[in-house]
């Protein structure tokens, strides 16, 4: 399965290595779009592309949780959103998976084992809506038709 994921962090080092552990868990073929923050994602952010993000809390502009409630209350409440983050308080983790209906929750520092555990749920919930939609051979009759 190819997943086209957004990878949102004002580190550069962070996105390099969240990049490199997605490739290790051999869930999905993963093609990347990159992100510094929350706005730049947003201007970035192209619901006909984007399949999956990965958003980090803390970052200048906008930061990851309020980047999670723009696109939950505008334009795309249907793409899964793991937050990978060193916020590992309940309260936070409620606040995101409850009131922001974030699909996972990964805490920093992890490891690429740790985060096909929290991502392999939110990958068999897409591969299931891609049988009902089709999948890769129900889209491409759809866009030959």
């Not at 399965?1 to 290790?24: P, Q």
């Not at 930061?63 to 795309?76: F, H, T």
């Not at 996972?104 to 490891?111: C, D, H, L, S």
Request: with cysteine.
């Amino acid at each position: 399965m190819d997943i086209h994921a957004m990878v949102v962090d004002d580190s550069g080092i962070m996105r390099k290595m969240v990049m490199r552990a997605l490739n290790e868990t051999k869930l999905a073929t993963f093609v990347f779009t990159e992100a510094v923050d929350g706005a730049d994602a947003l201007t970035k952010f192209d619901p006909a592309k984007i399949q999956m993000m990965f958003v980090d809390w803390n970052m200048p502009n906008m930061s990851g949780i309020e980047l999670v409630r723009a696109l939950r209350n505008e334009r795309s409440s249907k793409v899964p959103i793991v937050m990978i983050t060193t916020e590992g308080t309940m309260g936070k983790v409620e606040e995101a998976m409850d009131q922001c209906a974030v699909n996972g929750y990964v805490i920093k520092p992890f490891t690429a084992e740790v985060l096909t555990k929290k991502i392999q749920p939110v990958i068999d919930q897409m591969a299931q809506g891609q049988k009902k939609s089709g999948g890769f051979f129900g889209r491409l009759a759809a866009k030959l038709s």
